[in-house]
């Protein structure tokens, strides 16, 4: 393969002052009446002054030395140089140079550690100056002339002219050469003298190291192997590859010295362009170079203006290393010097600027969607929409009415601005928190009515805009809303012969907040003298009743005679069955629920767990019956959840039996039942389950059994006992209704 290449070269040699004497003697070629000189460079790497000789053979006609011929001896200088200043003989002449040499394949060009020996023919027909370099090509042609005329049957032998003429033929076509190998010089440029440098380099990469297998013996296979005028050996073929490696031959011209590093050229584009929705690691584009000897490259990173949003690898790739900063509305291009440098000693490089434009993509807001947050439960879920909201004229500033949830993200680290708006574009008394909270604004609400159509509309920094609708109804009272509240319980809730806690929870409702409580259930219990009677408390049951087939449970179709004309009960005495009930498989709770959908729920069930408890076994035995009673509330509320999942509930810490031991009642479980409570409301209102918060609101805490409880120990009194349910119920259910409820102003 043709080496392309036209340079200058230098080789490091070591001077040497050789002095030639002409020593008598026979020999064909015959004599001379004046003296000839021959001077040239020897190459082999440079050839070292200790220990190199130079010697000029005269050869007979066959191109041998015979025995007694003429011989000479000198020195070289340290370029190589030699000069044979006084021959006393004229024809062909052989010139031998043995010495140690500097290796032109390592860098530095070391001393070789075993010596080497390279000829050249020459003919000497006058008494004149003559020059020959002296190399390993010279010493192939040399080996080559001789095998020629040794190998030849022909009477008389080719002569030693014509010999040389083929070998000199064989040399120059096997390598490609235009001039003799005599007259090159590795310190030289063109092409030819390149050649040199290549075969010669070449030849030591692919010879055995010399402290191994010694380099003159690796010659003697070459020159065998050229004897018949081809180079095809193993040794021939490695050495025709590393001739072909243009990066190989430049390092051999660095080693010797012969040229300097030629530094690589950047030849990529100077402007490059990125979208700035790119993601991290996106390619950019890609850094490109050459370089003259082919040396591998390395691209870097010099100067940034973008503070760090690109990265330069050393492979030349340019990617996104920070898309946060990626803004085409803020910044529209960056400027970067990058570098390309090879991997000598020192390196070569070359720098340039480049710059990369930041393209703008449209972007997109994120959809948005408006939500009723935990903290505003959706109490009238007949009537509301998921989109609708309400809140009383005199909450407090910050009071949270609904929530803007995200969707879709789109960009929306590009949001700038969130607003709540009407219709008209006109200023509303609501806000959007940095919780993307709708809150009532700093003005307050005043005696606003509403309802208001509202849009909470999110801006992005490049003007694009979502919306997502919502009604925020105010109300100044709660005149004209009738929340359905379904009492859930046993006999305390249902309250027999007397007033029952609803009369004084239904009162303040009506009073204080202008509420109209509607109870509802399936179960009639004493009303006088209000007449909203409906709840579902029934005598003697626990949770576990509640989830029970109606048809196991006689108590519920044992209830006494009452007034609701679709619904007459039986009496107990007539079995456990209700005909008036097509499907005894639903449980007590199923068939209440499928009568009317509640919007709050209260709770106070358990005493019946405990009734008949010892009071004595509650170390032993307490625990075990609260787990079983807190277990079936369990699945009362997932029941209620499952019917409604809105529905807002409220259980209670249930009030205390009566410790007098002639009644025998298991009034020290309660305080287990109650502290295990606290428990299970926290378990129900944590992120993994759905639906609104439960209260807990402690009935037990200031009931004293002596004074609050009737002549059974069980039962509320009508005096104190069921007015102070009532009255903590409401206090309990006020922030629910209200939001963070405050006495009205006065009508």
Same mark, same amino acid.
């Given at each position: 393969? &043709? ?63 015979? /025995? ?6 000198? +020195? ?13 003989? +004229? ?43 002296? $190399? ?10 001789? /095998?020629? *005329? ?27 050469? !235009? !001039? ?16 040199? #440098? ?28 050229? /004897? ?26 660095? %080693? ?40 591998? @490259? ?8 973008? $503070? ?40 070569? !490089? ?56 995200? *969707? !879709? ?41 509403? &309802? ?11 003007? =694009? ?24 319980? =046993? ?36 009303? %006088? ?23 196991? %449970? ?63 076994? @509650? ?9 079983? /009673?807190?277990?079936? #509330? ?11 999942? $809105? ?47 439960? +209260? ?8 004293? &059994? ?15 006992? $069921? ?25």
């Amino acid at each position: 393969m &043709p080496i392309h290449k036209k340079l200058g070269f230098f080789v490091v040699q070591i001077v040497s002052i050789l002095l030639l004497t002409a020593c008598g003697g026979g020999g064909g070629g015959g004599s001379a009446p004046a003296t000839a000189s021959v001077s040239g460079i020897a190459q082999k790497g440079a050839f070292i002054k200790e220990g190199t000789t130079v010697m000029a053979y005269q050869l007979d006609d066959v191109a041998q030395r015979p /025995a007694g011929g003429n011989t000479a001896t000198g +020195t070289m200088n340290d370029n190589g140089q030699f000069s044979i200043p006084a021959l006393a003989w +004229t024809g062909w002449t052989e010139i031998v140079v043995t010495g140690k040499y500097a290796d032109e394949t390592k860098a530095g060009a070391p001393v070789s550690g075993q010596p080497i020996t390279l000829t050249a023919l020459i003919n000497i027909d006058a008494p004149s100056s003559f020059t020959s370099n002296i $190399n390993i090509l010279t010493h192939l042609q040399a080996v080559r002339t001789k /095998a020629i *005329i040794a190998g030849s049957s022909a009477d008389p032998k080719p002569s030693v002219a014509d010999a040389y003429s083929t070998a000199l033929s064989e040399i120059k076509t096997r390598y490609g050469l !235009s !001039s003799n190998p005599d007259t090159l010089n590795t310190s030289a440029s063109g092409d030819d003298n390149v050649k040199l #440098l290549a075969v010669s380099g070449a030849f030591l990469a692919s010879s055995d190291n010399d402290s191994a297998k010694n380099r003159a013996g690796d010659l003697g296979d070459l020159s065998t192997d050229f /004897a018949d005028g081809t180079l095809d050996g193993a040794l021939a073929a490695d050495i025709d590859t590393r001739i072909a490696d243009t990066a190989f031959v430049a390092e051999l011209q660095r %080693n010797t010295g012969a040229t300097s590093n030629q530094p690589p050229q950047l030849t990529s584009a100077t402007t490059f362009s990125v979208s700035e929705a790119a993601a991290n690691g996106s390619i950019v584009g890609t850094l490109t170079a050459t370089d003259p000897e082919s040396d591998p @490259v390395t691209f870097s990173l010099v100067t940034d203006d973008s $503070n760090g949003i690109f990265a330069v690898a050393g492979s030349g790739e340019i990617t996104v290393k920070d898309n946060t900063q990626l803004d085409a509305e803020t910044t529209t291009s960056y400027t970067l010097t990058v570098k390309v440098e090879d991997n000598q000693a020192p390196a070569g !490089s070359d720098s340039q600027a480049i710059t990369i434009t930041v393209t703008d993509v449209a972007d997109v807001p994120p959809v948005i969607a408006f939500s009723r947050p935990a903290s505003v439960p959706k109490l009238f879920a007949s009537s509301q929409a998921d989109n609708e909201t309400q809140v009383l004229s005199w909450a407090a500033p910050g009071t949270v009415v609904g929530k803007v949830t995200i *969707i !879709s993200a789109g960009d929306s680290a590009a949001v700038d601005v969130r607003t709540v708006t009407d219709a008209a574009g006109g200023n509303v008394p609501f806000e959007i928190n940095d919780r993307d909270e709708i809150v009532v604004a700093a003005s307050g609400l005043g005696a606003n009515a509403g &309802p208001y159509s509202l849009q909470a509309v999110y801006t992005t920094a490049s003007g =694009d805009s979502n919306a997502a609708d919502f009604t925020v109804t105010v109300h100044r009272d709660f005149s004209l809303l009738e929340p359905r509240v379904m009492p859930l319980g =046993d006999s305390i809730t249902y309250a027999g012969g007397a007033d029952s806690y609803r009369k004084t929870l239904k009162s303040l409702s009506q009073t204080e907040i202008k509420m109209n409580i509607d109870f509802i259930g399936t179960s009639y219990g004493a009303g %006088n003298p209000f007449s909203d009677t409906e709840n579902e408390g029934w005598n003697g049951f626990s949770a576990r009743d509640l989830l029970n087939e109606i048809g196991a %449970n006689p108590h519920y179709c044992d209830i006494a005679e009452n007034e609701r004309g679709d619904f007459p009960f039986v009496n107990f005495s007539h079995v456990a069955s209700c005909p008036q009930i097509t499907d005894l498989k639903r449980s007590v709770l199923e068939y209440s629920l499928a009568q009317q959908v509640p919007d709050l729920v209260l709770i106070h069930i358990g005493t019946n767990d405990f009734f008949g408890k010892d009071p004595a076994k @509650v170390d032993t035995d307490g625990a075990a019956v609260v787990d079983y /009673a807190i277990a079936s #509330l369990g699945r009362v509320v997932q029941k209620l959840r499952d019917v409604a999942p $809105n529905v807002v509930i409220s259980i209670a810490k249930i009030i205390p039996l009566s410790d007098d031991p002639a009644l025998g009642y298991g009034y020290n479980y309660i305080p287990l039942y109650n502290t295990a409570l606290e428990t299970f409301v926290s378990d129900l209102n944590t992120a993994g389950n759905s639906g609104n918060p439960v +209260t807990l609101v402690d009935q037990y805490t200031d009931f004293d &059994p002596a004074v609050d409880l009737g002549p059974d120990g069980v039962h509320p009194n009508d005096t104190s006992g $069921n007015p102070k349910i009532g009255t903590k119920w409401f206090n309990a259910l006020k922030p629910i209704f209200g939001i963070g409820l405050t006495p009205p102003p006065a009508p």
